[in-house]
């Protein structure tokens, strides 16, 4: 299979599945528990049908849109995801790159493989950064102190990672970051010397954002859920985050919200957006997909707050359904991961320019010129 046999997402997840040891694949496509809230986020777009209209003269459309202030080429946005580069040695700088070509809100995470100072010197597309908050206050304060000087356009304060989801494949295979070699796994990463000669050989591994404060996922090899569950500050509250948002100061996002009463509430701190999200199914299992919840959240505070519908997005007519549905747009991190791991930036934008030919021309069949025409009336829910 070669990346010009990648015609949507699914086939960049089988040519990633191919070219990864499974260790590696397996942590960026498994999830917790039974995996069931993962498998539900893309399934929930299907109790949704799509109503177009006819002779509504499409030969001109726009898929531009603002989002938290920015222009976006399209509604959707590349969520930020950690540890990039040990799905190819490009990692965050190959997606950062693909972003601005497409003119598209990108974002890193605390646990990043490249620095927040390079990425906010990569272009002039908006970025925002995910923050973890840790137990070391003094962490907290240089991830956001560094982002001000980066210029970054939005933080995303991560509210749904208190302890870490119970990820059975990570658990099974010994996943780590950063990753080792184990005998159960060594004969996956003998086989994908590719791969491996790349982590090998190449810029070394590392969390530039994190290091300076702490050794856990850096130099000390740590499972995910462990480095969640005693790194990060689970006595976080709503004073905590309104806390962030005033010594923030820019536009400030929660990511993780999924109860209409948590959405009134992020209103109430003076959020300017809220990623309707559940960590792609990798942390509560058995929870409702993001895009079951937009409806009730967007008639609720709509016109208040900014909704991103964050979770399960695998085509072009899911981000037509989330907007529809209420959402100001949509975002993804599996979307562009598969074709990260798969072939680095080259991957990323074909993944992207799929998607932005399947919104162009399902616009279209849809009789829609602008994506503020994607409102209620154009969905039938089953």
Known sequence: MRLSDCHNIADFRLLAKQRLPWPVFDYIDGAADDELTKARNTA???????????????????????????????????????????????????VARA??????????????????EEIGAMGSNPKMFQLYVHKDKGLNRSMIERCQAA????????????VGGKRERCLRSGF????????????SYATKPRWTLDYVFREKFSLPNLDTHVSAGTGEAMSIQRYFTEMLDQSMDWRMAAQIREQWGGTFCLKGVMSVADARRAVEIGADAIMVSNHGGRQLDGSRAPFDQIREIADTVGGEIEI?????????THVLKA??????????????????????????????GILKEEIERNMKLMGVTSVSQLTADRLRWR
């Open 44 to 94: 929930a777009f299907d109790s949704a049908d799509l109503v177009p209209d006819v002779l509504a003269g499409v030969q001109e459309i726009d898929t531009t849109i603002t989002i938290m202030g920015r222009k976006s080429a399209l509604p959707l946005i590349l969520s930020p995801t950690a540890l990039q580069r040990v799905f190819h040695w490009q990692g965050e700088r190959a």
């Open 99 to 116: 972003a601005q070509k497409f003119g598209l809100w990108f974002g890193i995470s605390s646990l990043a493989t490249v620095s927040i």
């Open 151 to 162: 210029k970054f356009d939005a933080i995303a304060l991560t509210v749904d990672t208190i």
């Open 176 to 187: 780590s970051s950063p990753p080792r070699f184990t005998p159960s796994s060594l004969l």
């Open 308 to 316: 991103i519908c964050d979770g399960g997005v695998r085509r072009g």
């Open 323 to 352: 907007l529809a549905a209420g959402a100001t747009c949509a975002s993804g991190g599996r979307l562009y991961l598969y074709a990260l791991a798969a072939a680095g930036q080259p991957g990323v934008e074909r993944a992207v």
